[in-house]
């Protein structure tokens, strides 16, 4: 540094070294509290900022920008890692051949919602947490490395026993496929958004943070309140009752199992 205020004007190296600071804190603060969209919008501003210090001799300033830019490939890969992740699951979509009329196929998917929405209900008013994922046009094997395959009807039954609170798997996900129960206790990757209400447990933040990777409902009964919430790419419909969220399930679900 007494190199530098040797060698040029002091008063354009004292401009140099607080532009340096100006940015750095910037930086942090946007890191700490935006989203990454709001990042990548500095993106021409560090840019034109280059062009700037190499006009005007900004020589620690030039250096930090010239560093920052050679590195922007791997900061963008890092900052949108989950919209990369969901863009490469997107190659992964799959469909169930239908079996079956479609009078048929609707009663049977009108039933296993009806079990679902009955399970809900009775988990709600025990007050016992739970996690059911309803796969749709996107696999969800990629999730499904850990967790106990089942292979079983969907039942209101066997929902609540899973989800009792003695069960060994009772903590993970259940997952539901082409109309089936595949797979329970999974873990879910939970959301990294710092937008998330804090208020919000972990449940409804792996809901939160597996839809907004594939296009999955996922129900999630409170264990503290007992509300049941449905959540889909990324948001929140909470408070529903039994009426409500078979109707809701019946809307987003799109008999896509059976098709």
């Known amino acids: 540094m007494w190199e530098l205020l040797q060698k040029t004007d002091w008063l354009l190296a004292m ?3 607080l532009l340096v600071s100006i940015v750095i804190y910037q930086l942090l603060k946007l890191l700490r509290e935006t989203t990454a969209l709001r990042i990548l919008h500095l993106l021409p501003l560090i840019i034109i ?3 700037l210090t190499r006009l005007t001799g900004l020589v620690t300033f030039s250096l930090l920008i010239d560093n920052l830019l050679t590195s922007m490939f791997v900061i963008l890969a890092v900052i949108f890692q989950y919209d990369i992740r969901r863009a490469l699951l997107s190659f992964s979509r799959s469909r169930v051949t239908a079996k079956g009329d479609s009078d048929q196929d609707e009663s049977e998917s009108d039933t296993v919602l009806q079990q679902i929405a009955d399970a809900c209900h009775a988990l709600s008013e025990r007050r016992n947490g739970a996690l059911i994922v309803i796969q749709r046009e996107m696999s969800l094997d990629h999730f499904m490395g850990v967790g106990t395959q089942i292979d079983a009807k969907v039942t209101s039954e066997i929902l609540t026993s899973i989800f009792l609170p003695y069960s060994p798997i009772h903590d993970g996900a259940v ?11 999974c873990f879910l990757p939970l959301t990294q958004n710092p937008d998330i209400a804090k208020e919000l447990g972990t449940r409804h933040r792996a809901a939160i943070g597996l839809t907004e990777l594939v296009d999955a409902l996922v129900i999630v009964v409170s264990e503290e309140t007992g509300s049941v919430s449905v959540v889909s790419g990324g948001r929140i419909t909470s408070d529903l009752e039994s009426a409500g969220l078979r109707k809701l399930l019946r809307r987003m679900v799109e008999l896509r199992w059976l098709q």
Do not use: F, M, R, W
């Open 15 to 17: 401009a140099d070294i």
């Open 49 to 51: 900022a280059s062009i």
């Open 175 to 185: 997952i539901i496929q082409s109309g089936k129960l595949t797979q329970a206790g």
